[in-house]
């Protein structure tokens, strides 16, 4: 089974892309909802967050509040190790069953889809890395429309990211995903040609 790691920053179209993949017999793993599912309520994960961060990163509920856990570690990058040194090693583990019951039944291509990937030092988990980007311009106008967050906010948020630029330098393939979706379609269609259907 070949394993792509398809990466990008934020709101750079990475999920569009994952169907895209998925159209053409790809299985996506979503490392995103792999990260909600190593903190569901009971986790040992969950657990270690409350200890380090108290009750308020807690929903009431009992779920992990996202938004709270976002408030305490954006802009202080000790408390971004912390939680990072808890969330990396749940998420490899689930990460890697899913991969295996993926081959088990008999998968051809695993979309292991991450935007932390490179950060998170994960790319040994994958074959080839794939990259979605987009012109800077273009990244903060989504940002802005998908999260309804200021012209600022938004721009806070990508200059916190690994730049889209130096992700780019990772990826085999690079998908400029700045233009229509059936642009983005034909250059995942290319890709799959070229790396995949051979």
Known sequence: MKII???????????TVARFLEELGAVVIDADQLARDVVAPGSPALAKIVELFGSAVLAPDGSIDRQAVRGLVFGDPLKRK?????????IKVVSEQRLAAVKARG??????????????????????IWVVTLRPEVQLARL???????REQAGQIIAAQMPLTEKEGYGVVV?????????TREQVRAAWQQRIAV
């Open 82 to 90: 912390q939680l990072e040194a808890i969330m990396h090693p749940a």
């Open 144 to 150: 802005m429309a998908r999260d309804n967050c200021s």
């Open 5 to 15: 790691g398809l990466t990008g920053g934020i709101a750079t179209g990475k999920t």
């Open 175 to 183: 998908i400029d995903n700045s233009g229509s979706l059936e642009t």
């Open 107 to 128: 998968a051809a291509v695993a979309v292991y889809m991450a935007p932390l990937l490179i950060e998170a030092g994960a790319t040994d988990r994958v074959d080839e």
